[in-house]
């Protein structure tokens, strides 16, 4: 059977050891109180509720999955609903949100950390209060204040939880083709008209209310993403006086049956005319779902970063436990597959946590000057946090059924729901070929390349800086960045002439960047590991880095000459020859 | 929804003008009447069969699924049944058996063929047949006559089905723990004890007998490897007549739920003291069960080409008809993806189909040296093929979804099901890790290295006599031959004083390898499709050749220093600091 144990030792690490996230406190006015010792109090409650309250909800909420009824309503597995009341009075679904509206106040950074132990806990289970969280978002970003006063306090306590509608079955990549309509009201309020698909959360009983964030064009405006706007559509409209009033007319249709993730509900909504109210100034639709989007790009990663450490430290139990008849991780390959999950998650883990600590700075430092640099990390790590979790989490569960052999095929033994439950993270929220794009069309251009700039001067020094000790990684990597600066300069060169050229690779180029952003995350690790005491811990840390840099980083050089081979002329050749 | 079309037009391509599978007929007399005419024939009602009767069973079969009732039988999902008997009655069972046992007499590689289409349409069903000719194949090489004139006719004819008898809950990858006992009989017989698990076609009632071809230890006899045996274990007893008789001492005690091949049905198997007969020697099971498991690693490869060919063509359909706007093949990452999945697969193609040739040119070549020539290739082959083709189906079942995008999730696609599918392919018969092992620490020692030896030589030869208009592959195919080479012989340098350094990275060591096979391919094919008159197929054959050439050959060279870079310290490391 599948097993879950928080990795606190890890956490703790890259927290404090890696990343100095104690500077926080220190720095920012806002969480003068959430000292290192607050947060890793919250971060042990969180365990312990993750290891006896969700994990062992993970197997049963896939066997049952969710049920929709004649009524329109949804059931979801055994369990669930009390977790999530459970979860909610503990403060978990608001926690990183502002007091003024029902949150706890403490870092984006501690929420991820939650989110990340929920994520391999039950990552089905997690996207009840995510998707809360991104709808919060939404609105804190962009509603009104009465808006704001109507609905955030909910959402912050878990009374309530959220959804966004964006995607209808002609509109998946291309939210330029949403048709639902927004009618204007005399009362200033719209009635929204027309379906949406895979809506997350979008029907259940586990609380009081839904609130939908709709993405909707009103009548008369422009085609296009120019012409949409969004809008707060609630299950119950909410009474003056914060009671629930009448039920809207949005309804649940039907459910979709998945691959995995079967605890959540993806939902069919039909808009047959429901109320709702705009949120920000109308045709403002797409830039208010950025606001959202973006951090749920981040909470993707982390859903995928959950899972990632649920395959790896599954796989590491049983190729110590399981003889053939030595301990199979004393073959060759079992261990090289282990020390690649370890270098993947645990690198990958500093890249998540470093952006959601960016996104703390970038909200939250008193310095303007600290902001827009912490915010052009964020911008540029978002695709790279998004789609390395994810595309690792799909490579590590797939590979964790390998280091089970045939047993990981086996439903019982809980790994093939790794690979299943993993698999939809690459794909929402932005395609893995989606956030390449973004990173190689906008995140290089964005600001005169200031974010690249930076990343590039940053690694390279850490690099030359490296003692002599950690030339083992500090090489690789400045081969790494050479390569990969050679390929951005190539992107430089050839977008503007050949779009198509620079993007045939995009991600090729994304992984590389990645990799070399890991590859300096192991440098810090090393480095900080080399101090540490625990002897097996430093043993285990070094040798994982030692691995990194000899089997990872040099993948770099040729992701990046792949990029430079550009799209030759396969974007001429006529599709019907394919 | 998924669909499936026979690749016919590529199937003939491959065997006619890539392989001049032709020359079969001409040189080996066994074949003779099998001409191209007569295999075309065959192939054309195959494949009518696969898209009419099979495929309609895919997804119905995954979503019933088999079910053990509690008198021990096993259902199968609706259909399967009937779909079976037709099979049979075509003849397709025992296909390639020899006619003195009741087959077609056709070659193992129109069986293969066959296999590839049927593992497209249907892989959950395909292990029916596929499991009854390995044990065919068993019993064929190593049984009596008796046991021969008892057991093949019917199991050519598909009255009866087949299975192995190999895995026990202790003894996966490592068989030298196999503890079911066979205690001999006054009459010459034996009584089998033990317990059996993951067995294949177990139990079911689609035939009227099922012949299990068991692993099992004499008592007394050594421990280890050397002291296992082989029986035929009958489900019901055969009376000297061919009648059936009493039912045997196995069971079906429960069936496993897995991640996917839902339709086959996966038994835990009791041996009560059930009726064996030894196959072959004592103490020489384990020869006698490579013969089959050599076969059957073939057969896997062909599953996996099965569902390569399933995604590829689903997601080619798909990118040619989704919009948003414009056709997504048009979007460069879409396009290499879809690139990238015809090229692994009509690069995979013609691996497996050559390998099954060889095996043809082995087994019945009149000419000893050719006999000898073609099995060193099987032999070669073998782990190339199953871990190409079972990585590779892993691969594009993923990406498949990725082109699919979130529809790719929803189960009525189709798409999905395809990696659910896809992963026990690179579990059973030996993990992919196995098959990598079995690479380097067998084949490329194998008769002194002849086998790699003469690769290396074909291959050089025919990179460096390509006209000048296939320099645009023959040159990365030269220098990925140089860095093969050059990995080849640090193994050979490495492996006496180091097993482990050689062996760590194995299976990058694999996969260059193939890439290096699957170039040979692609020049192959690009210099048939020259000689083709059709425009669009030749546009797109050389295209393929073109995306091979720049984005998949070049990754041999970083594979290859990988797998030069050894194990470091890694496998002294204490398992504990992991």
């Given at each position: 059977m599948a097993s879950y144990t928080a990795p606190l030792r890890e956490i703790s690490f890259v927290l404090n050891e890696v990343l100095k996230a104690g500077n926080l406190a220190k720095s920012v006015p806002n969480f003068a109180d959430a000292t290192p010792e607050i947060i890793q109090e919250m971060i042990e409650t969180a365990a312990k509720f993750v290891e006896q309250e969700l994990f062992p909800l993970n197997a049963s909420g896939d066997a049952e999955g969710c049920t929709r009824h004649p009524d329109n309503t949804v059931s979801v597995p055994k369990g669930?609903?009390?977790?999530?009341?459970?979860?909610?009075?503990?403060?978990?679904?608001?926690?990183?949100?502002?007091?003024?509206y029902g949150g706890l106040g403490m870092p984006y950074l501690l929420w991820k950390v939650v989110e990340e132990m929920v994520c391999s806990g039950n990552v089905a289970f997690a996207l009840y209060p995510g998707l809360t969280g991104g709808c919060f978002e939404a609105l804190h970003a962009s509603a009104s204040e009465e808006i704001k006063q109507t609905y955030l306090h909910k959402l912050s306590s878990g009374e309530w939880t959220g959804t966004m509608l964006l995607t209808e079955p002609q509109a998946g990549s291309d939210l330029a083709a949403v048709k639902t309509k927004a009618i204007p009201?005399?009362?200033?309020?719209?009635?929204?008209?027309?379906?949406?698909?895979?809506?997350?959360?979008?029907?259940?009983?586990?609380?009081?209310?839904?609130?939908?964030?709709?993405?909707?064009?009103?009548e008369g405006a422009p085609a296009g993403v120019k012409g949409l706007s969004t809008f707060v559509v609630p299950k119950f409209l909410v009474k003056a006086d914060g009671s629930l009033g009448e039920r809207n007319a949005i309804y649940c249709s039907a459910i979709e049956h998945k691959m995995g993730i079967h605890g959540s509900?993806?939902?069919?909504?039909?808009?047959?005319?429901?109320?709702?109210?705009?949120?920000?100034n109308p045709n403002e639709g797409i830039q208010n779902m950025f606001v959202m989007m973006n951090l749920a790009r981040i909470m993707v990663g982390f859903q995928g970063l959950g899972q990632m450490e649920l395959a790896?430290?599954?796989?590491?139990?049983?190729?110590?436990?399981?003889?053939?008849?030595?301990?199979?991780?004393?073959?060759?390959?079992?261990r090289r597959m282990i020390l690649q999950m370890k270098a993947m998650t645990e690198g990958a883990?500093?890249?998540?946590?470093?952006?959601?600590?960016?996104?703390?700075?970038?909200?939250?430092?008193?310095?303007?000057?600290?902001?827009?640099?912490?915010?052009?990390?964020?911008?540029?790590?978002?695709?790279?946090?998004?789609?390395?979790?994810?595309?690792?989490?799909?490579d590590l569960g797939s590979m964790a059924?390998?280091?089970?052999?045939?047993h990981g095929f086996i439903v019982e033994h809980g790994i093939e729901q790794i690979l299943r439950d993993s698999k939809i993270l690459c794909?929402?929220?932005?395609?893995?070929?989606?956030?390449a794009m973004d990173l190689v069309r906008r995140k290089l251009f964005l600001n005169g390349g200031r974010s690249v700039t930076r990343f590039f001067s940053l690694l390279n020094k850490a690099a030359a800086e490296a003692a002599p000790e950690f030339a083992f990684i500090a090489g690789p990597l400045k081969q790494a960045l050479a390569d990969l600066e050679s390929a951005t300069q190539w992107i430089y060169e050839t977008f503007r002439s050949k779009p198509e050229d620079a993007s045939f690779g995009c991600c090729d180029y994304q992984r590389a960047f990645a990799l070399t952003y890991l590859g300096y995350n192991w440098l810090r690790m090393a480095q900080a590991a080399s101090a540490q005491s625990d002897e097996l811990f430093k043993a285990g840390k070094l040798?994982?880095?030692h691995y990194f840099a000899a089997k990872l980083l040099p993948q770099v050089g040729g992701l990046c000459a792949t990029v430079k081979g550009g799209a030759e002329d396969f974007m001429a050749l006529p599709a019907a020859s394919l």
């Open positions: 669930f609903t009390e977790a999530f009341k459970a979860y909610a009075a503990n403060g978990f679904v608001g926690i990183s949100n502002p007091t003024e009201q005399a009362d200033g309020s719209y009635k929204l008209e027309g379906g949406k698909i895979f809506i997350t959360s979008g029907e259940h009983g586990m609380a009081d209310n839904i609130i939908h964030f709709a993405l909707a064009r009103i509900v993806t939902s069919v909504m039909n808009l047959d005319g429901a109320t709702g109210w705009i949120v920000g790896t430290q599954n796989a590491l139990r049983y190729a110590l436990e399981r003889k053939q008849p030595k301990p199979i991780i004393d073959f060759p390959d079992v883990r500093v890249l998540a946590y470093e952006t959601a600590l960016y996104v703390d700075y970038a909200h939250h430092h008193p310095d303007p000057a600290v902001r827009e640099e912490a915010n052009d990390w964020v911008e540029l790590n978002t695709p790279l946090v998004k789609s390395t979790c994810t595309d690792g989490a799909v059924i390998q280091v089970y052999g045939g794909l929402y929220e932005g395609t893995n070929g989606i956030q040798a994982t880095a």
